[in-house]
């Protein structure tokens, strides 16, 4: 057990905030990791993410969770094939004028949007249902870009290549937090709450993939980090 600095109140060992009056409560590891209760992605990169952590969670919301992600991931799927035909349409017309057409832009922005709070959702990462939507709403998991229109001819031959090389990198750590998200699922059931070590694992895992989705999608041009930082 672990007592709260501010009102004195006993809490579970690992708890990161104080259940009586909500002070921060980790580690000195985990103070340098969040700020509050957010986990930033570096933001030097064109695409970036913040992920708020709620360390209490819903046993009723994992079996939730299970059909609404199934029936989100149709919708998903069906998005992301029009996503697919503006992102062909975005690849010729970046080939021809070495710029990106704004509107294609925008449609694949929000396309990416809803798949990013959606996965978020499917790896526990919160427990708030993630809105059907391409615009930018207020949830727990939030992603920022910044649109420059000129882009390279040269880039979209890279990144043929170069995204293959980071798609296998992308699936090989999937398979590993899949499997921790299995444990994490269990966990959840069985205390109520989430383990932040593997909370971060995901988040680190979110933050590298989805800016490597960026970079396929072409809504950037810059190389993503080999780093889920």
Not at 196 to 217: D, Q
Request: net charge neutral.
């Amino acid at each position: 057990m672990v007592y709260c600095p501010r009102c004195g109140k006993e809490n579970p060992k690992g708890t990161l905030y104080c259940i009586e009056c909500n002070e921060f409560i980790g580690d000195e590891e985990e103070k340098k990791k969040l700020k509050g209760d957010t986990y930033p992605s570096i933001n030097t990169y064109p695409v970036s993410f913040l992920f708020t952590y709620n360390e209490p969670s819903s046993r009723s919301e994992l079996f939730i969770r299970i059909l609404y992600s199934f029936i989100l991931g149709i919708v998903a799927e069906a998005w992301g094939l029009v996503a697919g035909i503006a992102q062909i349409f975005q690849f010729f017309y970046v080939l021809l004028y070495a710029k990106k057409h704004k509107s294609m832009f925008e449609f694949i922005t929000g396309y990416f949007r809803f798949y990013f709070c959606l996965t978020c959702y499917t790896l526990l990462l919160t427990d708030e249902r993630p809105p059907i939507s391409s615009h930018e709403v207020e949830y727990p998991c939030k992603m920022s870009i910044s649109f420059e229109q000129s882009s390279k001819r040269l880039e979209l031959l890279v990144r043929i290549f170069y995204g293959f090389v980071l798609s296998l990198i992308v699936s090989l750590w999937g398979m590993v937090v899949s499997f921790l998200v299995v444990i994490e699922w269990f966990y959840i059931l069985f205390t109520t709450k989430k383990n932040f070590g593997l909370w971060e694992f995901a988040v680190r895992f979110m933050n590298f993939s989805m800016r490597v989705n960026a970079y396929i999608l072409i809504l950037t041009d810059e190389r993503p980090p080999l780093t889920g930082d």
